[in-house]
């Protein structure tokens, strides 16, 4: 069994944890009343504002700490920010395509961001959840961001609401797609284009009642193994290197949005749960494979 704690609660739709490097996290929160990139100290016990953006999705930082944040609505952009408090607008489109819902970012083998776009803008995806219709036209795209001369290049489209990705050991690209319940794997070649989509692993229970449920944010360990946060599904699905479910995380809510690593030799998890605003400690005995950063 897999005992849990709330390291940090009362967050407005908290998303996108990232360990710093003094011990202290940051993480985005999402509620129009927020909106920010908060950090929340190393002993869980107190949160500061760093800088309000909008509403900030996904978080990475690089070697040099400079965080970069897919902000998904002011307007829909790869923001720079620094741990001064400094943001910057970075990007708002690649080949020509304006970003409609910049969700998650990863650092490539390669050193380049890699970034999901969920494919509809946010106001009417809400809306149309809202009033129970699925007649909106979702144009998921995975991009290459090049940082030396800041452009962005679509690698696939057609994901139904791309979320969550990450690099696995394997050196593969993992993607979720919320609407489908499913991860993708792409191969990664060394000129930064990807394979074909691959079919790796369902993360929907389908013997639950339906309902909103599907991959978000994701994690990998130093197994091999993906820890996806399913939201509407209110668990951490583990998933073994062959693309099989062999463990599932309760976690304090419905809505987990992202998980990552704490500390070497912890072998915890983090875990943000939307609905109820915590940020939530799990032990998996599993340590977290090193992230990859910018050259």
């Known amino acids: 069994m897999t005992f849990g704690k709330i390291f940090h609660s009362g967050l407005g739709d908290p998303e996108a944890p990232v360990l710093l490097s003094d011990g202290s996290w940051a993480v985005v929160e999402m509620t129009p009343e927020t909106g920010q990139v908060s950090i929340i100290s190393p002993d869980g016990g107190s949160k500061r504002i760093l800088v309000k953006t909008g509403r900030p999705n996904g978080m990475i930082q690089d070697r040099d700490e400079t965080l970069w944040v897919a902000e998904s609505m002011n307007p829909p952009s790869l923001l720079r920010v620094g741990l ?140 091999g193994f993906l820890y996806c946060t399913v939201v509407g599904q209110g668990d951490v699905s583990v998933v073994d290197t062959d693309g099989n479910i062999v463990r599932r995380i309760t976690v304090g809510g419905e809505q987990p949005t992202n998980v990552a690593f704490g500390s070497k030799g912890s072998g915890d998890i983090y875990v943000t749960v939307k609905d109820a605003g915590t940020f939530e400690r799990y032990h998996v005995g599993v340590d977290g494979l090193p992230l990859l950063h910018s050259t």
Not at 96 to 109: S, T, V, Y
Not at 152 to 159: E, H, K, N, Q
Not at 187 to 201: I, K, P, Q, V
């Open 84 to 223: 001064d408090g400094s943001s910057t607008v970075v990007l708002t489109e690649g080949d020509g395509i304006e970003f409609l819902f910049p969700n998650d970012l990863a650092f490539g083998p390669d050193g380049a961001i890699y970034m999901t776009d969920s494919g509809i803008h946010r106001a009417p995806f809400i809306k149309a959840g809202e009033e129970g219709r699925n007649d909106y036209r979702v144009d998921g795209k995975v991009f290459r961001i090049d940082l030396d001369n800041m452009t962005a290049m679509v690698l696939d489209d057609g994901l139904q609401f791309a979320n969550g990705l990450a690099f696995g050991a394997d050196r593969a690209l993992y993607v979720t797609a919320t609407l489908t319940g499913l991860i993708y794997r792409y191969e990664w070649n060394s000129d930064g284009t990807l394979g074909a989509r691959e079919d790796f692993s369902d993360l929907v229970d389908r013997t639950q009642s339906p309902g909103f449920k599907g991959g978000d944010g994701l994690a990998v360990g130093v197994n």
